[in-house]
């Protein structure tokens, strides 16, 4: 299917040339003078390379048919992470490589979306928050104010994130999983 390059977005596959690629990021450029472009940063998925690419908004790109499934993370083993389709029970075992940083936020149980292209899994999506318990934090400073003072902590996945003076260790926090960063209290 064919769409202008100007409407695609993080996380769409895209056919150039036979090959697939998966957007990684996606900005439109409008200068003062001249045409209007769209910077495209994709990942070829049978290889893994960085490619950076620049095509008029207005230029047409093939979109992949790809397949986006809610599946349920089982576990993780040598030879990849194992998902299972929740309505069919098919399991899908994605590499390394595709799950990338989002390993970290992995809980066993958690929903996710796959997607899939010809049965083979080509991206992830986790969901946009999770629950995670603050393992390691300095205790409080007193006379500190609560107003834009943070201090780092490590939670139960071993990420470090910057959390408020009153968060201690023990306390269950939602961290965003795109970066990872402090939302609130978990209200558990």
């Known amino acids: 299917m064919k769409v202008i390059a100007s409407s695609l977005r993080k996380g769409n596959v895209v056919d150039i040339d036979g090959r697939l690629y998966v957007v990684l990021q996606a900005e439109n450029i409008h200068p003062g003078k001249g045409t209007p472009v769209t910077q495209i940063d994709m990942r070829r998925i049978s290889d893994g390379v960085k490619v950076s ?11 992949a048919f790809v397949e986006d499934r809610e599946h349920t993370f089982l576990y993780q083993d040598g030879e990849g992470f194992h998902f299972m389709n929740p309505e069919t029970y098919d ?98």
Do not use: C, F, W
């Open 91 to 188: 399991q899908v075992t994605v590499q390394e490589d595709i799950v990338g940083d989002l390993a970290a936020y992995l809980q066993e149980g958690m929903a996710v979306n796959l997607s899939l292209h010809n049965g083979i899994a080509i991206a992830l999506e986790l969901p946009q928050r999770v629950v995670l318990e603050v393992v390691e934090t300095e205790p409080v400073v007193k006379g500190q104010t609560a107003s834009s003072s943070y201090k780092p902590a490590k939670l139960s996945n071993g990420v470090r994130t910057m959390v408020p003076p009153h968060i201690s260790a023990g306390t269950r926090v939602v961290v965003q999983t795109a970066d990872g960063s402090y939302v609130e209290r978990a209200k558990d």
């Open 53 to 63: 690419e620049r095509y008029r908004t207005t230029e047409q790109v093939e979109r």
